[in-house]
């Protein structure tokens, strides 16, 4: 029967998802995260190098080879029941796993290509870029594509990296144009490229949408917390929510080292002018110069929840995205204040740098 829904190869295997029943390509030289994505399959996944587990499936039968060491960031219940990484594993034979894809996206996924039309620095080191879409596309704001270009790296889609939307489709049900603010990874194959050499015109391809961060239904007062290029999913989320015209509370902390590394500040304010109930912007800067007359919050985000949002932080839902190491700290505070973990919703922005780092 398996050989009746596509064409088979000697070298191809079968790969089978549960409980959703989808029967897919795969192979040994191909990734099984890789193999579902490239068939329009909403795999759950973030980072894809093995260090966020957001991909992590339970291996039912067949044998995989794993690419690295994934005791690291499963639990040892989880290496007992068989769990392995997508991202890490390749087919050596058919295979059959468990993760649930049914509810992971709204929307289709859709493959296409797109034309750069604005490259705009919003600081020293990130960049919106702006995508005319060959084929319109539907997203929740939120969430992410997969992005690459040819040529760049290792020449195809393997080297794709992860950018979240950063506007709001609004009311439409789909969009021609995306953007996206993306950060220079120094060493960075595509960022190098993007922030060097691209300009108006050039062709990108991805696919997507992917991602489970978008706003949940409630009445609850929101605390929003982003970090450098992981404001792009959290002013989406709030611009969509303002198209909606939502009511509910929003405190949106926004951490970074310097003033330098503001940005979007217009929109914001924009954002808080027309919101429908309580709005706060609470930045705050890590490192910023002690005589350079910065009069807002300094230090880390974490230390300023209790002072901002005072003895109702567990009330509210919590949004994050940005780096690891902020949003670990933040969490922590969250859970100790009461914050239920369904209550919960964040997006680590991982890079290669910091699986390096683990």
């Not at 996944?45 to 260090?51: E, I, Y």
């Not at 993007?194 to 696919?207: M, N, Q, R, S």
């Not at 009445?219 to 509910?248: D, F, H, K, N, Y």
């Amino acid at each position: 029967m398996l050989s009746r829904l596509f064409q088979r190869s000697s070298s191809d295997h079968v790969l089978e998802i549960a409980p959703s029943g989808k029967i897919l390509k795969t192979n040994a030289k191909t990734t099984i995260l890789q193999a579902a994505l490239d068939q329009a399959i909403a795999f759950p996944h973030n980072c894809r190098v093995g260090g966020c587990a957001t991909c992590k499936c339970k291996l039912l039968s067949g044998r995989v080879r794993e690419m690295t060491d994934k005791s690291y960031v499963l639990s040892a219940a989880e290496l007992k029941q068989g769990y392995i990484l997508a991202c890490q594993s390749v087919a050596l034979t058919d295979v059959r796993i468990e993760v649930d894809i049914a509810t992971r996206s709204a929307h289709p996924v859709v493959h296409t290509s797109g034309v750069i039309t604005a490259l705009e620095p919003m600081t020293h080191d990130i960049l919106r870029v702006e995508c005319r879409l060959k084929d319109a596309a539907a997203y929740t704001a939120g969430q992410f594509a997969e992005v690459y270009v040819k040529g760049v790296g290792a020449g195809d889609s393997r080297e794709s990296r992860n950018y979240s939307f950063s506007a709001a489709p609004g009311v439409r049900d789909k969009v021609d144009t995306v953007e996206f603010f993306i950060r220079h990874v120094p060493g960075g194959a595509f960022t190098d490229w993007l922030f060097k050499h691209a300009k108006l015109g050039d062709e990108i391809e991805g696919h997507g949408p992917y991602g489970d961060f978008w706003l949940r239904p409630g009445t609850a007062p929101i605390v929003a917390v982003a970090g450098g290029s992981g404001l792009a999913p959290v002013i989406a989320m709030l611009e969509q929510a303002r198209a909606e015209r939502i009511t509910r509370d929003v405190t949106l902390f926004f951490g970074a080292r310097s003033q330098r590394d503001l940005y979007c500040l217009s929109r914001i304010e924009q954002l808080s002018n027309q919101w429908m109930a309580r709005f706060e912007f609470v930045p705050v800067l890590s490192d910023e110069p002690a005589n350079s007359g910065w009069t807002g919050l300094r230090g880390f985000i974490p230390q300023h929840f209790a002072s901002v949002v005072g003895a109702r932080l567990a009330e509210h839902h919590a949004y994050l995205c940005g780096p690891p190491p902020m949003i670990d700290a933040c969490l922590k505070v969250f859970t100790d204040s009461g914050i239920a973990a369904e209550n919960t919703h964040f997006d680590k922005f991982l890079d290669r740098s910091h699986v390096v780092a683990m």
